[in-house]
């Protein structure tokens, strides 16, 4: 695999065995109650009282009719010249339902402004600065100019210092990329011309060296750019669960308005006259006010923590849908492994020792730039003391495909190999040569015990095998424990014969594994996992990753990773982080557990409000239901004081849960029964439970205040 | 559409045989053959064997003091249209009635009268009292049949069906049939002069 | 009367035998109703698919849910039309000893109690509404105003095929959350339900009835001499009698309720003695609690079936225990009066006893039955509340069928927010829940209260309602309330106090009985024809179960929440302010 995962390998790893935790890179880590968010977030909720904008809130807008509603009650009060209590209770309650409708407003701004402070951030990479165009590729004549006239199929160079003006592939060279700007990962990476890491973003910083690469894409359209405005976009769509919610608490809210409808006749009944505005204060407490007001927040938030992850999601369905994912392709290198495979054995076979082993491995690796041939060569300068010096006039034979051998041949004709066992075999047979006894006993030992057997040759004679062994990085067993735990699958992506894989796999304790995996066989294993009703989620960065990155139902794809591969995806993770689609899937699970909580906790609310108003609108003509005014409300301010307090609570609850809805609810991988018991408790009892005791402390605060002005 | 409309119009005709003739008919011929008393609505009749006192399971009005009295009846024991006062506890009418029966009945503080014997029973033809509401008129009735208390007592003791005990049925009195053999006791018997207080 | 401690083994009884009965009975309507595709056709089976064939339907069909509810419409609309014509015309057909009018020239007295005498085509309307919908609120009294033809050919008969189709429709709902291709067909669907399940199941109950003393006669009344007939001013009495046996077994095994008396099973010919009592009152229930085993067989899950079965079962008994502790004291009425401090005895018969009314008004409001032992509108306010309250969840078995289909809506609802909560997109049975199926069972959760409290508010409202109550103050209302719960819940108790057989009731019950059995029947089949056609979602640890104590307690929780946040301050207004208000 890559470059780029080598430098930042010794990093991760100490990083993962500090802590078995999944924790998230805080690139772009806001304070919650932002002073100038505030201030932004508190003139835009009085902008959205625009009935237009607070009809796509069933709930709110209900809110928001009532509140009209009472102020032309009131005013009539006032023309009419009733007594002044009865005005300023019915003031009271049109500027309490005023402020439910704008804190509902408040967190729905709150949670924008969030959304577009981290998208911001991410746009100001984006400025202007100056390009050297190249007339032609090839050339180093070009010409100066700003950024914003680039076009798609430009070549430009880029020296070290220089900031990347656009997006783009390397076509030539290699240097280290500063990519801080946007991942907020100050390690350096890799890009260069060719393979899966030519990828280049604007607003970068080229750190080393000079590349030259070609233009993707027209200022204002780069990736990212497109990638953002999706983003800020997606905020104003809404999701599945989302749109199937509202129709729930729509009708909630249906089913109470004609609850509260239906009391004002029904009390006729009792020949008695029920104030219009206190029933719309009944109706406001019990429709579900806190989840409709925080309910676009939650989805917002939902985006915002995911680009907080450095995760750039091109909808919001696609995090929800994140939660619901069954099945997470990994691959091996770099999430289960540490980086790479590394040599730790030389086996001599048919006479020959370790050390020539050692030798022939150490020169046939000489010019092999892969990690796998850095390790060979390391080791062979420990076991041969191989001097690192390369005859003159050597010529290297690179890794082909087709050949699956690389190696050097030495000046005076010897033909030094490297290369997997049965093509190395076949090719001394082809030179005469014989396979020494005990060969393929050794292979297939390496083999299963998970490593990587490398057989070594000088000309027709084959020497022995390097075992190359993977490192499983620290805890990773005990995550796909958790992750099970969640029902999640873990598959594991290994280019290795079935054989290694199999042993890798039960080491790390995956569910199943690709081995030898093409691209086709990873898009084989996505569809039958999708033909068995799964949801399956995978990351890539390959060109030939995009089909299984489109058909996957998430696909992450690095942002390290080709355009290709991006466009294929509908995540885009910044850091580059094989490890990150765990996380994608914990955001989206707290996007749907925060609703449902919120929602149960809304209803559940409706209890202790029903016993607060209840008994206050009917204690004139029943006095018997006092009984039921078990808080003991409406003291000394009469009724009214009981129904204010109930509405004070309903708005104050809003803000209050502004930091849950924005957070999200705690999520454990614990298993779904576990987690439903501790939503119910906190959420569901505690929703009984909280207003009881919340209404009964403002009731407590507010009955002096209202017997001085002479309310009730 | 026409064919839904034949299918239904004959899936109606075919369930309606099945229903309401076979089924019937089939049990019309056991019951008269097997149960033919409970079958006919279990009638009591006179000693012509050919008058209808009643139905042991119908409640009759009872008026003269030597005859136990039934439960009261929202409909005036009419079998034809039996009924229950349907007042709610809370209706002053009600407790006007139960206020108005009681007296009737001289119930005092000292000798409250069971509840049932003041309240108008679900069907108004209710054919029981409670063995409690016999022994309230006990004491009428043995003084008016020149009969012991204790003589009617034991009668209304006889009399009491405690049958499903065990599946929580209630004890209870036949009024009719009680009245009925009350007649027959003091027919049978030669007149004794009893004390009676 | 005192209360005898034997009493309250009467509950016990009343429960139990039911419940064990629902195994076996449950294991063989699943087998007899849902036979294996190789089994159909074949040994008594040939019998259904005979009938078939009589109807014009050569092979069974295999229907999709659409086809299904069309099937079903039609053939209620069929039943509406026949009966509606029957009872009209009943004085011109046979076995009609009593010489009975017309159903339609029953007359009505009007809320300003002036009479109107020879018309009220009202209460045809109504009475073929609420016989159609398996509700059997009755505006009429059957021994007053129905031949014995009507009975027979109007009353039994549907009484017979309407809980058929209820149960049918549960047969539809059952296969397509089982994943089936197809519904089934309906009319061999209904066959089978009424042969297999309940001819041969009425046939026992009858004959044990007949023996008991409840009249299987087609003679006229009787007519009886009183023995104390010229002191009591009463010289003959007229004995209605008639087939009485053979509607009452299916009257309580079919959740019907509508009794062949006005006082229906309080009426001693209907229900003789303890023993009747027992019998009845078990097969109110039983068939309901059976269908719930049949829903474990036929999913091939019997934990989730178990779960559904154990929730209707503690809000059963919970609310059954609390009518018995409220019933079992004194009445109001009796204060301050020389009478003995026991037990309420308003409208109960004496072998019945308090605590077995109470029982029934649990259990008869529970399963959408709507027979009574005792007068609801008599009993101590709490005590009525509770058949109020079972009503108004309406899930409470609620049916043989009907109230699986009931209990489904509330599944979904209750799937949805728990599964949100364990953050995943919600799903049951391994089909994902999403906008469509929300809408569809919102919509029948909507249906409910709106019918129950639009409908007593206008009522209460209007003289045309609070006029024909029978009792002052929030009794009056709870009369009200009570008559449309039990009209939207297709009971069929009612407070029966009410002079309910005006148009203005009669039209607007009418309407309600339909809006109540309709929808809530055919919508959870297009509900679970949606969730057929979904793909199966494999289950995983994430996936919320729904076969465990803690789904039971979501679903109680969701469906005692929905219920009394939909339905408290109306609850409050009647019964409760009822029992705290003091006599006057």
């Not at chain 1, 690139?27 to 003139?43: E, N």
């Not at chain 1, 005013?75 to 402020?99: D, E, K, N, P």
């Not at chain 3, 007519?223 to 003959?236: N, R, S």
């Not at chain 3, 489904?408 to 999403?434: H, S």
Request: charged share 15%; with cysteine.
């Amino acid at each position: 695999m890559s470059v780029d995962t080598e430098i930042k390998a010794p990093k991760r790893s100490t990083e993962d065995a500090r802590s078995l935790k999944l924790h998230r890179r805080h690139a772009r880590t806001l304070k919650l109650f932002d002073p100038a968010m505030v201030r932004m977030a508190t003139i835009r909720s009085f902008a959205m009282l625009d009935p237009r904008n607070m009809m796509r809130n069933p709930v709110m807008f209900l809110v928001e009719v009532g509140t009209v509603l009472t102020a032309i009650v009131t005013v009539q009060s006032i023309l009419s010249h009733q007594a002044v209590g009865l005005i300023l209770y019915q003031a009271a309650l049109t500027f309490l339902l005023f402020i439910t409708v704008i804190f509902a407003n408040f967190a729905e701004a709150l949670a924008e402004a969030r959304g577009k402070a981290q998208a911001d951030s991410l746009r100001a990479t984006r400025q202007d600065t100056e390009a050297f165009r190249l007339f032609r590729l090839g050339s180093d004549e070009g010409e100066t100019i700003s950024s914003t006239k680039l076009r798609t199929g430009d070549y430009v160079a880029i020296e070290a210092g220089q900031v990347i003006p656009a997006d783009g592939e390397v076509v030539a060279g290699i240097a280290s990329v500063d990519e801080s700007a946007i991942t907020g990962e100050s390690a350096p990476v890799i890009r260069e011309a060719g393979g899966d890491h030519s990828g280049v973003t604007g607003g970068t910083r080229v750190l080393s060296d000079r590349i030259v690469i070609e233009v993707t894409a027209e200022p204002g359209q780069s990736f990212l750019d497109r990638m953002i405005a999706l983003v800020e976009g997606a905020i104003r769509h809404k999701t599945p669960n989302e749109i199937a919610l509202t129709i729930v608490l729509a009708a909630f809210s249906l089913i109470f308005l004609i609850v509260t409808a239906a009391l004002y006749p029904m009390a006729k009944y009792f020949e008695l006259t029920l104030d219009i505005p206190t029933l719309i204060a009944l109706l406001v407490c019990l429709i579900p006010t806190t989840i409709g007001a925080l309910l676009a927040a939650i989805g917002i938030a939902g985006m915002d923590r995911a680009l907080m992850a450095n995760i750039i999601a091109k909808s919001g369905k696609a995090v929800e849908l994140a939660g619901d994912i069954d099945t997470l392709l990994l691959d091996k290198t770099g999430t289960i492994t540490i980086g790479n495979r590394k040599a730790t054995q030389f086996v001599a076979l048919g006479g020959a020792t370790p050390r020539d082993v050692a030798r022939v491995a150490g020169l046939a690796s000489m010019a092999d730039p892969t990690p796998e041939g850095k390790s060979i060569l390391e080791l062979a300068r420990q076991d041969a003391a191989v001097d690192g010096e390369v005859p003159h006039r050597s010529t290297f034979v690179e890794f082909t495909a087709q050949t699956r051998m690389s190696g050097v041949n030495l000046p005076e004709g010897t033909r030094l190999r490297k290369g997997a066992p049965d093509t190395v075999a076949k090719y001394i047979t082809e030179l005469g040569g014989v396979v020494p006894d005990g060969y393929q006993s050794t292979v297939d030992a390496i083999a299963s015990r998970g490593a990587t057997p490398l057989a070594v040759a000088e000309d027709n004679r084959l020497l022995g095998v390097v075992k190359l062994e993977d490192i499983l990085k620290p805890g990773i067993s005990e995550r796909f424990q958790r992750l099970r735990q969640m029902g999640l699958r873990v598959v594991m992506v290994t280019g290795d014969n079935p054989l290694t894989a199999k042993a890798i796999a039960q080491q790390a304790g995956v569910d199943d594994f690709i081995a030898q995996a093409t691209p086709e066989a990873k898009l084989a294993y996505i569809r039958k996992e999708q033909g068995e009703g799964k949801l399956v989620a995978m990351m890539g960065d390959g060109t030939n990753d995009a089909p299984a990155l489109a058909q996957a139902d998430i696909g992450v794809a690095m942002n390290s990773g080709t355009q290709a591969a991006k466009e294929a995806g509908n995540m885009v993770d910044l850091d580059s982080d094989p490890t990150k689609l765990i996380e994608v899937v914990e955001i989206g699970k707290q996007l749907l557990m925060t609703r449902g909580a919120l929602t149960t906790f809304s209803i559940a609310n409706d209890l202790a409000k029903y016993f607060a108003v209840i008994p206050a609108m009917f204690i004139a003509t029943l006095p018997g239901l006092r009984v039921l005014d078990i808080m003991g409300l409406a003291t000394r301010g009469g009724a009214s004081s009981a129904i204010l307090a109930a509405v004070i609570f309903n708005a104050i609850i809003i803000p209050l849960l502004i930091p849950i809805a924005l957070k999200g609810v705690t999520y454990r991988p614990v298993g779904a029964g576990a987690l439903l018991r501790r939503n119910l408790l906190y959420y569901g009892l505690g929703g009984v439970i909280a207003p009881f005791i919340g209404i009964k402390l403002i009731d407590l605060m507010i009955d002096p205040l209202m017997t001085m002005v002479g309310i009730g | 559409m026409i064919r839904q409309t034949v299918h239904a119009l004959l899936a109606c005709v075919v369930t309606l045989v099945i229903c309401s003739v076979a089924y019937p008919l089939a049990l019309w011929g056991l019951g008269t053959a097997l149960f033919p008393h409970q079958a006919a609505g279990s009638l009591i009749y006179g000693p012509d064997k050919t008058t209808v006192i009643g139905s042991e399971l119908i409640a009759q009005p009872f008026a003269s003091d030597k005859y136990f009295v039934s439960r009261p009846s929202a409909v005036d024991y009419k079998a034809d249209a039996a009924g229950g006062s349907n007042l709610g506890t809370k209706n002053p009418d009600l407790h006007a009635k139960v206020k108005e029966r009681a007296e009737a009945l001289k119930a005092t503080p000292e000798k409250p009268v069971p509840a049932d014997l003041i309240a108008a029973s679900g069907s108004g033809l209710d054919p029981h009292i409670s063995p409690e509401a016999a022994y309230f008129q006990a004491d009428r009735v043995a003084a008016v049949r020149q009969m012991t208390v204790e003589q009617v007592k034991s009668l209304i003791d006889t009399m009491t069906d405690k049958s499903g005990a065990v599946i929580g049925a209630p004890p209870r009195v036949n009024v009719l049939k009680l009245n009925l053999e009350l007649d027959k006791e003091t027919s049978a018997k030669p007149k004794e002069t009893t004390a009676s207080r | 009367m005192a209360l005898a401690p034997t009493s309250f083994l009467h509950p016990l009884w009343a429960f139990g035998v039911p419940i064990a009965a629902s195994f076996p009975l449950g294991w063989m309507m699943a087998r007899s109703l849902d036979p294996k595709e190789a089994k159909a056709g074949k040994g008594l089976d040939a019998l259904p698919m005979f009938l078939c064939r009589l109807i014009g339907r050569k092979t069974p069909v295999k229907m999709s849910w659409k086809d299904y509810c069309i099937a079903l419409l039609a053939f209620n609309a069929a039943l509406f039309v026949i009966t509606f014509t029957l009872f009209y015309v009943q004085q011109h057909l046979p076995l009609n000893p009593d010489t009975k009018g017309s159903l339609g020239a029953l007359g009505y007295k009007d809320s300003a109690g002036v009479q109107h005498d020879g018309v009220d085509t009202g209460v045809v309307f109504n009475t073929v509404c609420s016989f159609v919908t398996n509700t059997n609120l009755q505006h009429y009294s059957g021994e007053q105003h129905l031949s014995y033809f009507s009975q027979l050919a109007c009353i039994l008969w549907l009484m017979f095929v309407t809980p058929a189709c209820g149960l049918c429709a549960m047969l539809a709902v059952l296969r397509g959350l089982r994943g089936d291709s197809h519904m089934g067909d309906f009319y061999v669907d209904l066959m089978r339900t009424v042969l297999f399940v309940f001819l041969p199941f009425c046939f026992v109950i009858a004959t044990l009835l007949i023996a008991s003393g409840v009249p299987m006669t087609f003679d006229a009344a009787a007519k009886a001499t009183p023995l104390d007939g010229v002191a009591a001013k009463m010289e003959a009495q007229t004995i209605c009698r008639g087939p009485v046996a053979a509607i009452i077994a299916i009257k309580q095994s079919g959740t019907n309720g509508g009794g062949f008396f006005g006082p229906n099973s309080a009426h001693p010919f209907e229900n003789p003695t303890p023993w009747t009592n027992l019998l009845s009152v078990a097969s109110i229930v039983a068939l309901p609690m059976a269908s719930m085993v049949m829903a474990g067989k036929m999913l091939r899950n019997a934990r989730h079936a178990a779960v559904l079965y154990g929730v209707m079962l503690t809000l059963l008994i919970t609310g059954t225990s609390i009518a018995i502790w409220a019933e079992t004291a004194p009445s109001a009425a009796t204060h301050g009066l020389p009478v003995v401090a026991e037990p309420n005895m308003e409208g109960k018969e004496t072998r019945v006893g308090p605590v077995a009314s109470a029982t029934w008004a649990g259990m008869t409001s529970g399963t959408s039955n709507g027979s009574v032992n005792s007068m609801h509108d008599s009993l101590n306010p709490l005590a009525g509340m509770i058949p109020m309250s079972h009503m108004m969840l309406n899930v409470v078995f609620s049916g043989i069928g009907a109230g699986f289909e009931n209990l489904f809506i509330y599944v979904i609802v209750a799937v949805f927010l728990a599964g949100l909560m364990v953050g995943r997109t919600p799903e049951y049975l391994g089909k994902k829940v999403e906008a469509r199926e929300v809408k569809l069972a919102m919509l029948v959760m909507l249906i409910h209260p709106v019918l129950i409290l639009a409908g007593a508010a206008l009522f209460a409202a209007q003289p045309f309602g609070a006029k024909t109550v029978a009792n002052p103050g929030s009794h009056g209302f709870s009369e009200i309330l009570y008559e449309f719960t039990s009209a939207a819940a297709n009971n069929g108790s009612g407070f029966e106090g009410l002079g309910d057989n005006t148009p203005a009731w009669n039209v607007a019950t009418g309407i309600v009985l339909l809006l109540g059995r309709f929808p809530a029947l055919v919508l959870p089949i297009a509900l679970a024809g949606f969730l057929a056609a979904k793909k199966r979602v494999p289950e995983t640890t994430g996936t919320l179960r729904t076969d465990n104590l803690t789904f039971a307690g979501m679903l109680i929780g969701t469906v005692l929440l929905v219920g009394a946040l939909s339905f408290m301050p109306a609850v409050v207004l009647g019964p409760v302010a009822d029992h705290l208000v003091a006599l006057k």
